[in-house]
C-alpha cells in the first residue's frame, strides 16, 4: 500500500510548509543580495534621471521607477507587492502622476473584475462545488489514462471560473488527493501531482481572468489604441491554444513518469465528496453559469463584464444561497494581488502618458540604427522565447507582465509588428512556469508537501519536451491562426 499521499486535512498545513520554506529560504539570502543589488538599483536610478535629455522629469521618474521594480524583483528578490505598491507610492510622491490616478486604478474596472471572481471562487470552494463536480466527471473513467486525459480537461473548463491559477491550485488540490489516493500508485501519484500544476498553469491563458497578467495585457492594448478585447475574444484567442498545449502536457507526462501497465490500469469507483448542508448547489451554479454567459455575450447586451461578475458575486455569496456569507467570501480574496494589479497598473500609466515607452522603442531603434530589420516572424520568435524564459528570473507572472510588455513587447513592435499582438503573444508566452521548483504556487503547492511528491529533475525533465513544443505552437499560432480571428500581426497600413 502506498502512504505518500496526504490527506485533504492536511492540505493548510501543506501550504504553510510551504510558505515557511520559502519565508527562510529568502531571509538567508536577501542580506547578501542586497549588498550586490542595491549599488546596481541606486547608480541605474541615477543615471536616468541625470542623464536621458530627450525624455520629460515624468518620463524618467516612471523610467526610473520601472527599472528600480525590475531590479527589486530579480536582483534582490524582494516581494512582489511591496515593491509595486512602493513604486506606484514613489510615482504620486514625485510628482510623475497625480494622486487621482493612484486613488481610480485600485477603483478600475479591471481591479474589481477580479475581485468579484475570487468571491465567486470562495463560494465554489466552500461547498465543495467544484471539487465535487469535477469528482462525478471523472467517476466514469475506466482506466488511469483516461483519468489523466479527463483531468486534463475538467482542469482547464476551470480556468474560466475561477481567478488566479494559485487559487485554481488550492480549490483543485482535494481532487488530487482523492484521485491519487484511489488509484494508489506512486508513479501515478508523481504524474498526477505534475499534471495538475501544468495545466492549471497552462489552460489559464483560455480566459481573461485566468490570470492577473491578462488583466493588464488588456488595459495596455485598450491605452494603446488597439482592440478592446472582452471575455469572449480573449477566450477565442486562448482557449484553442490553452487546450492544445495542455493535452500535450498529458500525452508527455503520461509518456515520461508511466509505464504502459500504469497507462492501463483499471480505476475502480473514485471518492465524490457529499454535498455540502445548507445552501442550493444548484442555484450557485445557475448564478456562476449565467454569470460566464453573459461575459461572453457582453458585446450583444453592452453590460460591463465588471458589473456582471459584481452582481454574480452577491448573489452567490448569500447564505440563504450557499451557506456562505458575503464577509466570509470575502476573505478568499487574494488582496496581495489584487493591490499588486492597481499598482503594476499605475506604473503602466506612467510609463505610457510620461512618453518613457515611447522612448524605449525609439532607443531600441536608434540603438539598431537600421543594421538589423527582422521580420515579422522572427519578432515574435524573440517574443515567444523571450517570454517563455522569463520564469526563470522573474517568478511572479505579474511581475514578469509587467516588466516584459513594456520592456519586450514594445520595443519589437517597432520594428513593424502590431502591438497588440506582441503583448498578447509574449502574455501568453509569460505563462509557461514550470521549469524550476520556484517558478509558479501551484508547482510548489503540487510538489513541495511534507511528503514530495515530484522532484526538481523531474520538472526539468518535462520542461525540456515541453518547452520547444510550447514555443513551436505560439509561434505558430501568432503567425497563422490568431490572424484569422481578429489579431493580425502586422500593423495596418
Known amino acids: ?36 543589488g542595491l549599488p546596481l538599483l541606486v547608480t541605474c536610478v541615477l543615471a536616468i534621471l541625470s542623464g536621458m535629455d530627450g525624455l520629460s522629469l515624468e518620463g524618467r521618474l516612471s523610467l526610473s521607477v520601472f527599472v528600480g521594480a525590475l531590479i527589486a524583483w530579480v536582483v534582490l528578490r524582494l516581494p512582489d507587492m511591496p515593491v509595486a505598491l512602493a513604486g506606484a507610492l514613489a510615482l504620486v510622491v514625485f510628482g510623475a502622476v497625480d494622486e487621482n490616478a493612484l486613488f481610480a486604478t485600485l477603483g478600475s474596472e479591471i481591479v474589481w473584475l477580479l475581485i468579484a471572481a475570487f468571491i465567486i471562487a470562495a463560494v465554489l470552494r466552500s461547498n465543495g462545488t467544484a471539487e465535487r463536480l469535477a469528482g462525478i466527471a471523472l467517476s466514469r473513467c475506466g482506466t488511469v489514462s483516461r483519468v489523466f486525459w479527463g483531468a486534463t480537461l475538467v482542469i482547464a473548463s476551470s480556468a474560466f471560473v475561477i481567478p488566479s491559477t494559485s487559487a485554481r491550485a488550492a480549490i483543485l488540490m482535494p481532487l488530487f488527493v482523492g484521485l491519487s489516493g484511489a488509484i494508489d500508485r506512486p508513479s501515478v501519484t508523481r504524474g498526477l501531482a505534475l499534471l495538475f500544476p501544468s495545466v492549471i498553469l497552462l489552460s489559464a491563458c483560455a480566459s481573461l481572468t485566468g490570470a492577473g497578467a491578462h488583466l493588464i495585457a488588456a488595459d495596455l492594448m485598450k491605452r494603446l489604441g488597439g482592440i478592446d478585447i472582452g471575455f469572449a475574444q480573449w477566450a477565442l484567442l486562448g482557449a484553442p491554444f490553452g487546450l492544445i498545449t495542455s493535452l500535450l502536457a498529458c500525452g508527455l507526462i503520461q509518456l ?18 457529499p454535498r455540502a448542508d445548507g445552501g442550493s448547489e444548484i442555484a450557485v451554479l445557475t448564478i456562476v453559469g449565467a454569470a460566464v454567459l453573459l461575459w461572453v455575450t457582453s458585446g450583444l447586451h453592452g453590460q460591463n463584464i465588471a458589473i456582471i461578475a459584481l452582481v454574480a458575486a452577491l448573489l452567490a455569496a448569500s447564505r440563504p444561497v450557499s451557506g456562505i456569507s458575503l464577509k466570509e467570501a470575502l476573505k478568499g480574496v487574494e ?72 520592456a519586450v513587447a514594445l520595443p519589437l513592435a517597432g520594428f513593424g509588428a502590431d502591438p497588440s499582438a506582441l503583448i498578447f503573444v509574449t502574455t501568453v508566452g509569460s505563462g509557461f512556469c514550470q521549469t524550476l521548483m520556484v517558478s509558479a504556487k501551484p508547482v510548489v503547492l503540487f510538489g513541495s508537501g511534507e511528503v514530495q511528491t515530484f522532484t526538481q529533475a523531474d520538472l526539468l525533465r518535462l520542461a525540456a519536451f515541453l518547452l520547444p513544443l510550447f514555443v513551436a505552437l505560439l509561434v505558430a499560432f501568432s503567425l497563422f491562426v490568431w490572424p484569422l480571428v481578429g489579431l493580425p500581426l502586422a500593423t495596418a497600413g
Open 1 to 36: 500500500m502506498m502512504h505518500s499521499v496526504p490527506s485533504t486535512a492536511q492540505v493548510v498545513p501543506i501550504t504553510a510548509n510551504v510558505n515557511e520554506k520559502a519565508r527562510w529560504s529568502r531571509g538567508s539570502s536577501v542580506s547578501t543580495r542586497s549588498l550586490a
Open 256 to 273: 515520461l513518469f508511466l509505464s504502459a501497465e500504469d497507462c492501463r490500469a483499471a480505476v475502480g469507483a473514485l471518492p465524490v465528496s
Open 335 to 406: 488582496w496581495n494581488l489584487i493591490l499588486f494589479l492597481a499598482a503594476t497598473l499605475l506604473i503602466g500609466e506612467a510609463l505610457l502618458t510620461s512618453g518613457a515607452a515611447r522612448y524605449l522603442v525609439d532607443q531600441t531603434l536608434s540603438a539598431i540604427n537600421g543594421t538589423l530589420s527582422p521580420a515579422p516572424w522572427m519578432v515574435v520568435v524573440i517574443a515567444a522565447l523571450v517570454s517563455s524564459l522569463a520564469h526563470v528570473v522573474i517568478t511572479s507572472r505579474t511581475a514578469r507582465a509587467s516588466v516584459l510588455l513594456p
